[in-house]
T-cell receptor, first 114, second 113 residues
Framework: DAGVIQSPRHEVTEMGQEVTLRCKPI?????LFWYRQTMMRGLELLIY????????DSGMPEDRFSAKMPNASFSTLKIQPSEPRDSAVYFC????????????FGSGTQLSVL | DQQVKQNSPSLSVQEGRISILNCDYT??????FLWYKKYPAEGPTFLIS?????DKNEDGRFTVFLNKSAKHLSLHIVPSQPGDSAVYFC????????????FGKGTRLSVIA
């Protein structure tokens, strides 16, 4: 859906390389979330921002992971260096507090680290 | 420590029959519960929700039941259709602020024609 645009849709890289995932939410959302989906752990929260400020990054697996939100319409999740166990689908989502839906997700980035 | 648990990784149901997906939670502070549906290569999309002040919410073929004393909720789909085949995630949240949803691991539903 055009509400949250993630890029790239697919990323294949080699172990040790830097990976940057991007998220462009439509304006008007104050909170942005990064989730990771794996078979073993399901959908797990990595980090979330309120008004562009990181609030809780306790879900970030290691120091190799970092996230930024320089403005309300752009966020990045960076993995450096990447490892095969980072292979997963990474989702960006925005909060919709005015409805029942709560979270609106992007289509995700399928990351494969070889 | 999983606060939201979906103990069945997969479920197969015949078309036309009822599908029942279960979810348990441990945090008594949760007061709003949601189900999301996910097709391959797409992000999860909202399906139905229920507030803790209710024990049932119905939307067409989809009904969510909440048993607060047991900390258990379930999603009923009747009749099930092949297009319902997807991964279903249960989620819970404290509804009082911009706090993150906590998701279960998901249940893959296959509706067989």
């Amino acid at each position: 859906d055009a509400g949250v645009i993630q890029s790239p849709r697919h990323e294949v890289t080699e172990m040790g390389q830097e990976v940057t995932l991007r998220c462009k939410p439509i304006s008007g959302h104050n909170s942005l979330f990064w989730y990771r989906q794996t078979m073993m752990r399901g959908l797990e929260l990595l980090i979330y921002f309120n008004n562009n400020v990181p609030i809780d990054d306790s879900g970030m697996p290691e120091d190799r992971f970092s996230a930024k939100m320089p403005n309300a319409s752009f966020s990045t999740l960076k993995i450096q260096p990447s490892e095969p166990r980072d292979s997963a689908v990474y989702f960006c989502a925005v909060l919709k507090p005015w409805g029942n839906e709560k979270l609106f997700f992007g289509s995700g980035t399928q990351l494969s680290v070889l | 420590d999983q606060q939201v648990k979906q103990n069945s990784p997969s479920l197969s149901v015949q078309e036309g029959r009822i599908s029942i997906l279960n979810c348990d939670y441990t945090n008594s502070m949760f007061d709003y519960f949601l189900w999301y549906k996910k097709y391959p290569a797409e992000g999860p999309t909202f399906l139905i929700s229920i507030s803790s002040i209710k024990d049932k919410n119905e939307d067409g073929r989809f009904t969510v039941f909440l048993n607060k004393s047991a900390k258990h909720l379930s999603l009923h789909i009747v009749p099930s259709q092949p297009g319902d085949s997807a991964v279903y995630f249960c989620a819970a949240v404290r509804n009082s602020g911009n706090t993150p949803l906590v998701f279960g691991k998901g249940t893959r539903l296959s509706v067989i024609a």
